[in-house]
């Protein structure tokens, strides 16, 4: 005998592209968040609240009060205490929705722990803040067949993308390589909104559940472009899958295999930690410094820029190469080149 449908979903069930069939093939889906700040806090509430059957949220940061305008799962006492955002989020949304195996990992997603982190899920939503780690994700689903679904914003302006391996062009189709870091606005250097968060992690939870209810035919194969600034809502048309992809083409994984991945060391009895970037690509430090006067001190000259911003201090050299001191654990450090620099 089938097992009735909580009430709780009654709602979800009448709309006729989920029905009945579709919120039990929801029930039975696991999905994983890369990330919980702006979109993934969002995106978590959103998951629960549907009725996925398990949702597991990985995140290495801890909850700061310049969270609290977008991050809405996150309150002041999340702050006050720096809870981690993925311990925090899961602990409210279990009170959200008690039928839903609610997870938070409070973990840096590497090659090495990728594997570990989204082994066994059915769908990836990215709510990360930096391509390494995009890159990183789109390895990952492209070898094992995951689908994932992009998506970013910065200001009042945001993209958002599926991606089907197999099916659709993967993000080094779309993307071969990062832009440069130095031109690449970050929250932390250009702000954020919380509206255009909210569009955008609805359209990645949208496309969740088609896929999650088994209506591949109505995932979209283009980029939702909007700038909620200057009212441009828009799509634009994806390429095709290319032969010639590094990734989905070539099924050279050169995230997943580490080979691409930033490189941090410690450094012994300093409190600090130093970032490698195994791209080569050399920064514009005029650009970067004009990026983070606003933000903290900022001293350059033609071989260093160093910036105090908040309680870490900053020195990036023209090579990419930086030491971030304040910490001596590479995620974290990880995390502050992330959002100063980019990556």
Known sequence: MTEPIPARYSRQVLFEGIGSAGQRALAGCRVALAGCGALGSLQASLLVRAGFGAVRIVDRDFVEESNLTRQVLFDEEDARTFQPKAVAAAEKLRGVNSLVAVEGIVEDINADSIDRLFGGFDVILDATDNFETRFLVNDYAVRTGTPWIYGACVAMYGLSFPILPGETACLRCVFETAPPPELSPTCDTTGVIGAIVGVIASLQAGEAIKIAVGARDRVSRRMAVIDLW??????????????????????????????????????????????????????????????????????????????????????????????????????????????????
Request: with cysteine; glycine share 10%.
């Open 230 to 343: 200057d009212n441009l809502i828009g799509n634009a048309e994806l390429p095709d899958r290319l032969e010639t992809c590094p990734c989905c083409g070539e099924r050279r994984f050169e995230y997943l295999d580490g080979t691409r991945s930033t490189a941090t060391t410690s450094l012994c009895g300093r409190n600090a930690v130093q970032i490698r970037r195994p791209d080569g690509h050399r920064l514009d430090l005029e650009q970067l410094a004009a990026r983070l006067v606003p933000l903290g001190r900022v001293e350059r000259n033609r071989f260093l820029l160093r910036a105090d911003i908040d309680a870490y201090q900053l020195t990036v050299f023209a090579d990419g190469r930086a030491i971030v001191g304040g910490t001596g654990d590479p995620a974290v450090a990880r995390s502050v080149y992330a959002r100063y620099v980019g990556s």
